[in-house]
């Protein structure tokens, strides 16, 4: 079946460490988002990639890096820089680069700094 | 003012009953979405419209365009539509998503 796969589904990781988060999709869909979820706040956009090769921050880059080296995978790396990393992250993708049609969701990484 | 505003923000409601959960936006969209988020955290889409109503099985969406507001039915409600429903926008000619902070919903048996 086509769909989304994060891992890990829960990660810990010590102050000071960078961690990568993995995102692949099997649905041949050209555009892919990282969003952030806090208690009691709707979904941030982190970074988006419309194609391979290219990507954009979205509200809320600063401490997060990406890449899209390949169309169905874009992990993020959460780095040091990240003053309050502890948060669920979703990854989705869509078909089209224009338009919200189409849109699929993870299962999520649940990230905790200890 | 968050560009996306849900009410209820918590909802308690007994087996049987008929659900409403609403959605008002202030910007211009090219479609909005429905989307249900179970305690593991995963994100399935219910619906997308940008106009009229759908319906799903015991789901229904409507959008009233001109007044900038949705509202997510559920009839006959059953403990396991219990979850956290969250609706989002997609605003102007691009593909990403505004998302309003979500209503809590638990039905009891």
């Known amino acids: 079946d086509g769909g989304i796969t994060q891992s890990p589904k829960y990660l810990f990781r010590k102050e000071g460490q960078n961690v990568t988060l993995s995102c692949e999709q099997n649905?041949?869909?050209?555009?892919m988002y990282w969003y952030r979820q806090d208690p009691g706040q709707g979904l941030r956009l982190i970074y988006y990639?419309?194609?391979?090769?290219?990507?954009q921050k979205g509200d809320i880059a600063e401490g997060y890096s990406v890449s899209r080296e390949k169309k169905e995978s874009f992990p993020l790396t959460v780095t040091s820089a990240q003053k309050n990393p502890t948060a669920f992250y979703l990854c989705?993708?869509?078909?089209?680069?224009?338009?919200?049609?189409?849109?699929?969701f993870g299962s999520g990484t649940r990230l905790t700094v200890v | 003012k968050n560009e996306v505003e849900q009410s209820p923000q918590n909802l308690t409601a007994q087996e049987g009953e008929f659900i409403t959960i609403n959605c008002s936006y202030s910007?211009?969209?090219?479609?909005l979405h429905w989307l249900q988020q179970h305690p593991g955290g995963g994100i399935v889409s219910l619906f997308m419209?940008?106009?009229g109503k759908k319906k799903h099985g015991r789901l229904i969406a409507t959008i009233n365009i001109q007044e900038k507001h949705s509202s997510l039915h559920i009839t006959a409600s059953h403990p396991r539509d219990s979850a956290v429903y969250i609706c989002?926008?997609?605003?102007?000619?691009?593909?990403?998503?505004?998302f309003g902070t979500g209503t809590l919903l638990a039905v009891q048996p």
């Open positions: 989705a993708s869509s078909p089209d680069r224009v338009s919200s049609y189409g849109y699929t």
């Open positions: 649905l041949n869909h050209d555009a």
């Open positions: 990639s419309q194609i391979v090769n290219d990507f």
């Open positions: 910007v211009g969209i090219s479609a």
């Open positions: 419209l940008s106009s």
């Open positions: 989002a926008v997609g605003s102007g000619a691009t593909n990403k998503l505004i």
